[in-house]
């Protein structure tokens, strides 16, 4: 079982920066994936980032250019830079790892707490 545990998040304006990390622990795939996920109030919840075991990156359209997903495979951490946030951007936001690059359904996926980020206009 895999345990995430996420810090960061909170309050920010429109255009602000925020930070969210997630310390992995407990018994790691042998090929990780990691991710980020957010869930606005009403939605879904919907793929922010992913980092795939091999270093390959994914971002959702809505977020390139502007968040930036990294890795300490030493710290076994993942984290997630948040620049240029807008009002869209609010949500609660969960790290996952998965032990699929896809996170389908039949494969392990393990959830964080999940954080708040709020983006005021």
């Known amino acids: 079982q895999v345990q995430l545990v996420q810090s960061g998040g909170g309050l920010v304006q429109t255009g602000g920066s925020l930070r969210l990390s997630c310390a992995a622990s407990?018994?790691?795939?042998?090929?990780?994936?990691m991710g980020w996920f957010r869930q606005a109030p009403g939605k879904a919840r919907e793929f922010v980032a992913a980092?795939?075991?091999?270093?390959?990156?994914n971002y959702a359209d809505s977020v390139k250019g502007r968040f930036t997903i990294s890795r300490d495979n030493a710290k076994n951490t993942v984290s997630l830079q948040m620049n240029s946030l807008k009002p869209e951007d609010t949500a609660v936001y969960y790290c996952?790892?998965?032990?699929?690059?896809?996170?389908?359904?039949?494969?392990?996926?393990?959830w964080g707490q999940g954080t708040q980020v709020t983006v005021s206009s």
């Open positions: 407990g018994r790691m795939f042998s090929r990780p994936n």
């Open positions: 996952s790892a998965s032990s699929s690059s896809s996170w389908s359904e039949s494969s392990s996926i393990n």
């Open positions: 980092i795939i075991w091999n270093g390959v990156i």
